[in-house]
Nanobody, 118 residues
Framework: QVQLVESGGGSVQAGGSLRLSCAAS????????MGWYRQAPGKQRELVAV???????NYADSVKGRFFISRDNAKNTVTLQMISLKPEDTAIYYC????????????WGQGTQVTVSS
């Protein structure tokens, strides 16, 4: 089971930027599709960005053009660059594997809080 540690969250004003990082413990990390998820208060956890093992990316419509996911397989890290942040991006952000059926994983790291003020 891979262990994940997220970092880089913080508080910014609308229009600002943040860069989130995720360090994974497992050496087979490069074989997995990895994603960034987020959970806002009172809402379900949602997948906002995914990067497949070959480097192909996909984004939720709500973040397309503003969030950019990347990975470094040599360092077992996944990064989420976020620009033009909006108050509705406020959430706890988590990285995790993305299953073939997109079912949510059962084990999670502690996440990193992102707060965007208007």
């Amino acid at each position: 089971q891979v262990q994940l540690v997220e970092s880089g969250g913080g508080s910014v004003q609308a229009g600002g930027s943040l860069r989130l990082s995720c360090a994974a413990s497992r050496s087979s990390f490069s074989l997995n599709a990895m994603g960034w998820y987020r959970q806002a208060p009172g809402k379900q956890r949602e997948l906002v960005a995914v990067i497949f093992s070959g480097g192909t990316t996909n984004y939720a419509d709500s973040v397309k053009g503003r969030f950019f996911i990347s990975r470094d397989n040599a360092k077992n890290t996944v990064t989420l660059q976020m620009i033009s942040l909006k108050p509705e991006d406020t959430a706890i952000y988590y990285c995790n594997v993305v299953a073939d059926n997109y079912r949510l994983p059962s084990s999670w790291g502690q996440g990193t809080q992102v707060t965007v003020s208007s």
